[in-house]
């Protein structure tokens, strides 16, 4: 009868695992203490490396490599008095040069590739002698010195992470420079790989995927943001397969999360005596991030847009004053599709009517700028010159909650504007244009550039009033 190979469990790998410790997050950590005779010539007592894995079975692998590579060290170090801790990986790059090769090479050329290792397989004969079974079975390091072992793990192709595969991504991407672009990718990446562990490109796989939306459900994420998470994913992917001219199925292509959206909270509106006392502890405290706040009061636009306004897009001098929601080098602007007839243009922008609270915020934004400015609140203006929409957006939510608003945030004024537009009678596609929301069954189609300023103007004026 044939024996049945059996997987060992979860609970033998744990044990198998030497030189680990497993904490509270689920994550192993190799530790292993450096020998008594090298302690001298080396930095540390005890090497701790985060494996950055749940898994026991990658842990166990990560750990086996580790070991190799400290032994290999240290069996250097005892043999040379002179030698450093890293010689070996030095010596055996220099080795591989010398040959015409190159380390972690997907190929490489078949006659420097035997000139190398014709001495290292005549080690091994020599050997194992006459034993066939010592052949199979021998260990590198029971034959060869610590740089040829060094040398074998150089020779082993790269198999690229997500992480590798997002330089990929930024290189080729439209936005690839933008700070912004790049953390949101590396984060998802990073709860991505502290789910299911740190995967070559190539070897994930759909239930990979599957077990990282169980897992960040288990921890209580939004659906929401299971799935912004997903769709980063996905594009470094896509981008990492295109760009290597790979033909790989995308396992982060539309899966599939239980009960999407019926976690999304609503926008909490203001009430009318909220939003009075808001704009009056605004125009009392008077400084750049309450005209902030104020013009998101006014005109419902995202703390996105409001922060990367320039100067020259809030017009005082015209017969309406008004701002200019547009594309700028701080930043973009969500233009809404369904608006173009599912084509964003390049060129769009808003001009949204200053009133209210929102126009003593433009007048004190330009009575007090300084020769040269270009932004309006350059506070919100990185070194390089993008809008730091997550710092202003904390930084905001944080006093707007300080003053006893603790439900609310900058988003809720959007959502208070469209309430108030709706209230008092505004036509829904002047709200819409308003406020650059989604088109809502208001047409299939948007003719010309919309409704005048003047026409927005008296909407606006009814919805905020002098507040």
Known sequence: MKRRHRRPSRSLLLLAIRYTEQRDNGLFYYQRAVPTDLRGRLPTKIIKVPLGTADPAVALKKVKLLNAKHERQWDLLRADPNASA???????????????LTPHAPTQDEASLDALLGPFEAAREAYAGDCDETYRQADPRSYLGPVQVAALDLLKPKKDKLKDALEVYLRAHQKGDNEGRRKAAEGAIAVFVVAVGDKPVRDIRRDHVRVFIEHET????????????LNELRAVFSKYVLEKELHLPNPFEKPTIKNEGEDAEEGRPLSDADWSKLAGICRTVDDSARWAIALQMGTGARVGEIVGLTLAEVILDAPIPYVVFTKNSARGIKTDKAATNGRRKKDSFRGVPLVGVALWAAKR????????????????????????????????NKWIKAQGFEEHSTHDFRHTLRDRLRNTGCPSEVALEIGGWAKEFVGDKVYGDGHTLSIRQKHLQAAVGES
């Open 365 to 396: 934004i330009h009575e007090t700028a300084a020769p040269g400015q270009v932004f309006a609140f350059p506070q919100y203006v990185g070194e390089d010159g993008k809008a730091k929409n997550g710092s202003a957006s904390a930084t905001l």
């Open 218 to 229: 288990a921890r209580g994420l939004k659906t929401g943001t299971i799935r912004r998470y």
């Open 86 to 100: 890293e010689a070996a990986e030095v010596q055996a790059l220099h080795l591989l040069l010398e040959h015409g």
